[in-house]
DNA sequence: TCATCTATGTGAAAGCCTTCACAAAATAGG
DNA sequence: CCTATTTTGTGAAGGCTTTCACATAGATGA
């Protein structure tokens, strides 16, 4: 692992690639499952849509993990990627907005499949405040910095409207965490050292929208 | 627009374009809000965290819709940019798999207000069926072939759970629908005329779990 | 009307990411 | 043990995207 960390100080390691991890490991899974000790490049690409020359690319900037001629070891390699995406933990979360979507991922099973446990709800409606998510008491979000100040809680899911998204996000930033999923459509403005992650789930549908009035096919002929 | 059309047809416009496309057209709402009859390629990109010159760039591929020395006429680029993204008009949608997510989908302001309006819910869920979900009966998902078969529904919106969710594509294919946007954590395997995007949240806790882990600071000495 | 200022539109350059193609390493089979 | 086969790991090439930098065009003000 060490040795891998001083690499990625030399060099930067793409946001694409980070994200194909998370599919090698989802792909993993499945040939875990699947019973194979072994997988090669070509299969896991197939999986996931993507070129075998992609996955050892993406994979060799992390280290050499295969064998040639047999493939990589499926248990080891799934290891290997969970370790370097931090999730061969558990990681505490706390969700502001307990609304249609918040309450919604309060539930949300692949969260806690992979790890990511909610563990604090924040609202600043009074009638929601005290009210029980799935055994978790709604906070009222004037304590938000006290509470995540020195707190177990790492990320933060923000699920209020756009029009106050700012002013939690400063609150969060003002409590030192420096992990967000934000689900309002807003830009969120944070120092440099705090990351993001932007859920915009109806630019999907705009992007779905100008892919068929533009009949933007993959096989047309250009 | 017929002018558009053909551009495209020339120069295929790259995903990233597209999507901040969203992100301007979400720009200039916030610009005419605050009352601006014109906006520079500088504000725009401020709002958005992004630089002029790409800002000018994007637009530039679908033509010329500013004035130097002023800029760009807010209202007029809104309603082009919407022209382009195809919404200046409602998309009827169905959404398949009324459970946690799927329901709160159903009450999602962001979409109705972009004229994305789900009409149609199915679930397999025997329980489900025939309940009501914001004034929409939901049906059963055997009957969704026929029920989806020339109707005015063009996209759908998958949140059933990973195992059975090629099947429920398999069929929205059948039907003739090419728009899907995907909730369930696999690849789907779709022909090349149908649009498929993909909305993994688990996935970008995954990120900023390796964000943090690795202590990726944007400003950090290389 | 003219000079100054502002901000677009866009080729060209730079930078980044993906794909290619092949040497190297290990397996498998006889 | 040796040959054929498989599949990795990776420089280099290719392709795509972003950024640069400036000519151009219109606005503004005296």
């Known amino acids: 692992m060490d040795e891998f960390r001083e690499t990625e100080l030399k060099k930067r390691i793409s946001e694409s690639t980070i994200r194909r991890l998370s599919l090698y490991h989802r792909a993993l899974e499945i040939v875990e499952d699947n019973g194979s000790e072994t997988v090669s490049s070509k299969e896991l690409a197939k999986i996931e849509k993507l070129t075998p020359a992609q996955v050892r690319k993406d994979l060799s900037f992390f280290g050499s993990f295969g064998t040639r001629g047999l493939g990589y070891p499926v248990k080891d390699l799934k290891a290997k990627i969970a370790r370097i995406l931090g999730i061969d933990r558990v990681w505490n979360i706390a969700?502001?907005?307990?609304?249609?979507?918040?309450?919604?991922?309060?539930?949300?099973?692949?969260?806690?499949?992979?790890?990511?446990?909610?563990?604090?709800?924040?609202?600043?409606?009074?009638?929601?405040?005290?009210?029980?998510?799935?055994?978790?008491?709604?906070?009222?979000?004037?304590?938000?910095?006290?509470?995540?100040?020195?707190?177990?809680?790492?990320?933060?899911?923000?699920c209020v409207p756009g029009s106050v998204a700012q002013f939690v996000v400063d609150d969060i930033v003002k409590?030192?965490?420096?992990?967000?999923?934000?689900?309002?459509?807003?830009?969120?403005?944070?120092?440099?050292?705090?990351?993001?992650?932007?859920?915009?789930?109806?630019?999907?549908?705009?992007?779905?929208?100008?892919?068929?009035?533009?009949?933007?096919?993959?096989?047309?002929v250009k």
């Not at 055994?135 to 304590?143: A, L, R, T």
């Not at 807003?186 to 440099?192: T, Y």
């Not at 109806?202 to 009035?213: N, Q």
């Open 95 to 158: 969700l502001v907005g307990v609304g249609n979507i918040g309450s919604a991922l309060v539930s949300y099973k692949e969260f806690a499949r992979q790890g990511f446990k909610i563990v604090k709800l924040f609202d600043n409606d009074q009638r929601k405040i005290g009210s029980n998510h799935k055994g978790i008491v709604v906070s009222d979000i004037k304590n938000i910095v006290s509470e995540l100040s020195g707190s177990e809680i790492e990320m933060v899911v923000i």
């Open 175 to 220: 409590a030192g965490l420096r992990a967000i999923l934000n689900f309002a459509p807003v830009n969120l403005k944070v120092p440099d050292d705090v990351f993001v992650r932007n859920e915009n789930m109806a630019m999907e549908l705009e992007y779905l929208s100008y892919a068929l009035v533009n009949n933007h096919s993959k096989n047309r």
